[in-house]
């Protein structure tokens, strides 16, 4: 018998590399899909995808491009579509681009006082396309960590007024949404020594319109508590993924219960209504769209992972009842469009080869009540950016 590690193994480290290929996160205009896709061969870097209708996939990015941020550390919302326009950080100097068609990449946010010191993540653009809510981590020459600033800053898109803060005074901030009226901005917010699993504040506040871009006025906290954090008395809610719905609506993921449940607010109410007793939710770690390749289960008595077969509920936002589910191995993030189409990263709920079974992106063309027996396309594989090597039979 071979001394152990003395014989060759067909298990290179190029092949694990290879299957470090996949696919981020989703954007829905119309019936155009933009997603990201992680290139090992290409130096690791991100780049961006397009396909509209029954189209070609189309890279969005030039050579060299990395759609990434450092905000946070765990980066994560590094770039979204508005309109026709791409916005995107790039990972060399975290400034943040635009890009429309096939035109260069033009910079928004300014040279900022040291390399790398202003990142940038998480935006959400105005309905006529002029303003952006989005996350800024300032770095400071002569500081270190303790002095991160991070802030909702209000972005000129035209590049022709400075940058200028909208909501300060916390360690972190997240998920800035503008509701789909414009007349009402949420965001999230936690302080340290909490992380965003422990303790959060989902803020609601009106927006104004002025020359200089929007402001807020009458912030509000809707739902979520400091754990450890200052005001905290040890008994934190965390709040994540608020999202706006057509008709006014704010949902949101709250472990008020013990569990993970979906919460539903509405403006001008004094409360929160819960939908469902799932307990279920992506763990909160990075920016924009979070996903996770496994269920996470929290209460606050254990704290476990499993890695099960997923189901994913779709629920009529008026009647707050589940209308159609589907099951994967695991899903990331979910968007409708106009032309109500869902797409979603997804893994099959088939056989598998691999223990960790690579992503897809689907597009499923109908969704409600009809969205068990509509039609579904297969997009993109993360199999496709890279061939792999069959692992079949390598290992006895």
Known sequence: MATFGSWPTPITSELIVRAAAGLGGVGVHGDTVTWAE???????????????????????????????????????GAWWVAGDTLWFADWA???????????????????????????????CVTSDGRWVVVVREHHSADGGPAEVVNELVVLDATGRLTPRVLVSGHDFVSDPRISPDGDRLCWLQWSHPDMPWDGTQLCVAELQATDTGPLHRHPTVVAGRPDAAPDGTGAGESVSEPRWADDGALWFISDRSDWWNLYRWVPGSSSVQRSSAFRYAPTEH??????????????????????????????????M??????????FGTLLKSKRTSTH??????????????????????????????GLSTLIRKATELKPLQSCEGLIS
């Open 321 to 330: 009842k589940k209308c159609a589910k589907l099951t994967f191995s695991g």
């Open 38 to 76: 992680q290139r090992p061969e290409e130096g690791g870097r991100t780049q961006l995808v397009q396909r509209t209708g029954g189209g070609p996939a189309v890279d969005l990015l030039p050579l060299g491009a990395n759609a990434r941020t450092g905000a946070h550390e765990y980066g994560g």
């Open 286 to 319: 990075s920016l924009g769209g979070r996903y996770a390749s496994s269920v996470s289960v929290f209460s606050r008595r254990k704290s476990f992972t499993v890695n099960v077969i997923c189901s994913l509920s779709v629920y009529s936002s008026s009647q």
């Open 93 to 123: 100097d975290q400034r943040l681009y635009t890009i429309t068609g096939a035109a260069t990449p033009m910079p928004v946010t300014p040279e900022p006082e040291v390399p790398r010191g202003d990142r940038w993540a998480d935006g």
């Open 344 to 373: 979603f990263p997804g893994r099959s709920a088939g056989s598998m080869r691999l223990s960790c079974p690579l992503p897809s992106v689907w597009m499923m063309n109908r969704i409600g009540k009809s969205l068990l027996t």
